[in-house]
C-alpha cells in the first residue's frame, strides 16, 4: 500500500466526480420556505460574503483567494450563472453556481445551504430546482464533484438523485486556517497539523 504524506500546514482531500447524463425524469414539485433568485449581475462582494458563510465549515475557499478581475471573469461570464437561495424576508441561506462553458456540459460549480439548514430536507429541494435549471436543450452532461471534507452526506446524496461516480483525486492544497483565510477554529472536522 503506497501513502502520501502531507506536509504540516496542508489538508488532504479525495475528490469523487460524479456525472448525470440523462435529463432526470421531472419529480412532484417539493415545496419550500426558500427560493432561488439569479444575480446578474453578480456583485462580487456579496458573491464573497454568501459564498464564506455557506462554505466556510467545508473550507471553500477557492473563490475567496481570487483577485476581483478573476472572479468577474467567472462570476459574469454569460455562460455562467449564479443564484442565491432566499427565505421569504430575503435572508441569503445558500448558493448554486451552474457553469456552462464547456459546449454539451453543465458543471455545477457550488451547491450549498448554511450548515444550520442541513439535515432538514431543503438539499432536495434545492436540487430539484438546480437540475431544472441546468439541463438546458443542449445539455447531455450535468456533472460536479464533492470531497472528503465536504458535508459527510453529500456523496451519498448526489448517487441517490442519481449522479454516477465516473473518477477520484486526491487534491492537496495549503490549509485555509494556516493561510489566514479562515480562523483557525472553522472546520473542526478536520484536524490542523503544523
Known amino acids: 500500500m503506497d501513502l502520501t504524506v502531507v506536509e504540516p500546514g496542508y489538508i488532504a482531500e479525495i475528490v469523487t466526480y460524479l456525472d448525470m447524463r440523462e435529463r432526470p425524469k421531472p419529480q412532484p414539485h417539493t415545496p419550500s420556505p426558500l427560493r432561488l ?28 483567494e481570487m483577485d476581483d478581475a478573476a472572479l468577474d471573469a467567472v462570476v459574469n461570464d454569460d455562460a455562467v450563472a449564479v443564484y442565491a437561495v432566499e427565505d421569504r424576508s430575503g435572508i441569503e441561506l ?20 448554511v450548515p444550520e439548514l442541513a439535515g432538514k430536507g431543503h438539499g432536495r429541494w434545492l436540487m430539484g430546482e438546480t437540475l431544472r435549471r441546468a439541463w438546458r436543450k443542449d445539455v447531455t452532461r450535468v456533472h460536479l464533484h464533492t470531497c472528503t471534507i465536504d458535508h459527510p452526506g453529500a456523496l451519498a446524496f448526489y448517487r ?24 483557525r477554529g472553522c472546520a473542526p472536522h478536520v484536524p490542523i497539523i503544523e
Open 37 to 64: 433568485k439569479q444575480w446578474q449581475p453578480v456583485n462580487l462582494v456579496k458573491y464573497r460574503t454568501l459564498f464564506d458563510r455557506v462554505g466556510r465549515h467545508w473550507l471553500w475557499y477557492s473563490r475567496l
Open 94 to 113: 445558500g448558493m448554486v453556481e451552474l457553469d456552462w462553458r464547456v459546449a454539451g456540459d453543465c458543471e455545477i460549480q457550488f451547491f450549498g445551504l
Open 160 to 183: 441517490k438523485i442519481g449522479f454516477v461516480p465516473r473518477g477520484r483525486a486526491v487534491e492537496i492544497n495549503r490549509d485555509p486556517r494556516v493561510a489566514g483565510i479562515f480562523p
